[in-house]
């Protein structure tokens, strides 16, 4: 099973500052296979980065995701408020597919 | 547009079967490459993904849960389920369905909105 760790757990951060989110991977993924989801209290995840790179429809430009190999990274240049949330990443390289634990977007 | 909306019971008994169904509308289940995913989220916790059936019928689960799980699919209905057997407390949790596009640059672009499922007694 490839274990997804994300960091840092939390990040507290103001509006319109930017936000980097790191996902490691305890071996190579292609980068094809990795995804970012953000989720909000009470809601669904939803899908914001997938190919590691390629913003899903409807996501603002801000969302941007990056990586190879093992090392991927979200980054939000700017952020609103409503970006503050839980941020997923995941693989579906090889069975069983696996999520990270998460990292909470917090308003410092 | 597509949607997925998930229902059963949100009560069940330890040791007793769970039982869920993923209703999907806007668009055929059957449809060529997609794979249809059950996903579950404990309270206050991260995402595991259970397993999914793709639209040919195969499946493929978690070995985790692999034991216990068994997904399958109404095309008459256009739905999907979930059941669980054996549950504990430990499977306490938000189930959620999810289409997975599968392939490279897939992932799961559609969600349904969950549903609580509790264990107890």
């Known amino acids: 099973e490839i274990v997804m760790t994300q960091s840092p757990a939390t990040l507290s951060l103001s509006p319109g500052e930017r936000a980097t989110l790191s996902c490691r991977a305890s071996?190579?993924?292609?980068?094809?296979?990795l995804s970012w989801y953000q989720q909000k209290p009470g809601q669904a995840p939803r899908l914001l980065i997938y190919g590691a790179s390629t913003r899903a429809t409807g996501i603002p430009a801000r969302f941007s995701g990056s990586g190879s190999g093992t090392d991927f990274t979200l980054t939000i240049s700017s952020l609103q408020p409503e970006d503050f949330a839980v941020y997923y990443c995941?693989?579906?390289?090889?069975?069983?597919?696996?999520f990270g634990q998460g990292t909470k977007l917090e308003i410092k | 547009q597509l949607q997925l909306q998930e229902s059963g019971s949100g009560l069940v008994k330890p040791s007793q079967t769970l039982s869920l169904t993923c209703a999907v509308s806007g668009g055929s289940i059957s449809s060529g490459g997609y794979s249809w995913s059950w996903i579950r989220q404990p309270p206050g916790k991260g995402l595991e993904w259970i397993g999914y059936i793709y639209h040919s019928g195969s499946t493929y689960y978690n070995p985790s849960l692999k034991s216990r799980v068994t997904i399958s699919v109404d095309r008459s209905k256009n739905q999907f389920s979930l059941k669980l057997s054996s549950v504990t407390a430990a499977d306490t949790a938000v189930y959620y369905c999810?289409?997975?596009?599968?392939?490279?640059?897939?992932?799961?672009?559609?969600w349904g909105q969950g549903t609580m499922v509790t264990v107890s007694s």
């Open positions: 995941q693989q579906d390289y090889n069975f069983p597919y696996t």
């Open positions: 999810a289409r997975d596009r599968g392939g490279p640059e897939g992932a799961f672009d559609i």
């Open positions: 071996q190579s993924v292609s980068s094809s296979y």
